[in-house]
């Protein structure tokens, strides 16, 4: 167990809607990552938050927003969502520089 | 610009024998080196890193992975390889101290044979 949790573990969804996915880093660590996992793409970032700022941006298409609370906990909003949406999206968190700890992910099926 | 490859889509190795997974990166300055694994329905989970100092690094797993500055290579290896070390491998490198500037590689599908 990483430390990191992720909900919901399994997301089907149709076509033009709206999802949310949250998770909560390892106590302490401040960085969140996430990062979406397709067969044909790999592992992609899309964006990083640290202590409530975004602080890097990646692959992230504007569908696709995401957020950190003040409890450090995460959002990533994917709204007007497509088939080639469907994927795997994980959560990370770190320590600064240091390794990052990923979440069980979830899975999402867009229909 | 900063870059990271993992040369082999896919790495088959008898069971009991060594193996070895291979990146190559690109990075200015000097380098944050990471190694994870992934299970199947699993998420990424880390195995080692090079920060800095011995360039030979041991991480889980009996795995271990050596730093080669001139050949900016950071193999992982494992002496004797198990059934239950195939997964995907993932290689991940970072100029020194930029958490912002993390980039993964493509990830190597490792199969050890029975």
């Known amino acids: 167990d990483s430390g990191v949790t992720q909900t919901p573990k399994h997301l089907i969804t149709a076509t033009g809607q709206r999802v949310t996915l949250r998770c909560s880093p390892r106590?302490?660590?401040?960085?969140v990552y996430w990062y979406q996992q397709s067969l044909d793409q790999g592992l992609q970032f899309l964006i990083q938050?640290?202590?409530?700022?975004?602080?890097a941006k990646g692959n992230i298409l504007e569908r696709f927003s995401a957020q950190q609370f003040p409890d450090l906990h995460s959002e990533l909003n994917l709204s007007s969502l497509e088939l080639g949406d469907s994927a795997l999206y994980f959560c990370?968190?770190?320590?600064?520089?240091?390794?990052?700890?990923f979440g069980p992910g979830t899975r999402l099926t867009v229909t | 610009a900063q870059s990271v490859a993992q040369p082999e889509d896919q790495v088959n190795v008898a069971e009991g024998n060594p193996l070895t997974v291979k990146c190559t990166y690109s990075?200015?300055?000097?380098?944050?080196l990471f190694w994870y694994v992934q299970y199947p329905n699993r998420g990424l989970q880390f195995l080692l890193k090079y920060i800095t100092g011995d360039n030979l690094v041991k991480g889980s797993y009996g795995f271990e992975a050596e730093f080669n500055k001139s050949q900016t290579s950071f193999h992982l290896k494992k002496p004797s390889a198990l059934v239950s070390d195939s997964a995907l491998y993932f290689c991940?490198?970072?100029?020194?101290?930029?958490?912002?500037?993390?980039?993964f590689g493509k990830g190597t599908r490792l199969h050890i044979l029975p």
């Open positions: 938050y640290y202590n409530g700022e975004e602080r």
């Open positions: 991940a490198v970072s100029p020194m101290n930029r958490d912002d500037k993390i980039i």
């Open positions: 990370a968190s770190s320590v600064g520089s240091s390794e990052q700890y």
């Open positions: 106590s302490g660590d401040l960085s």
């Open positions: 990075v200015s300055g000097n380098p944050y």
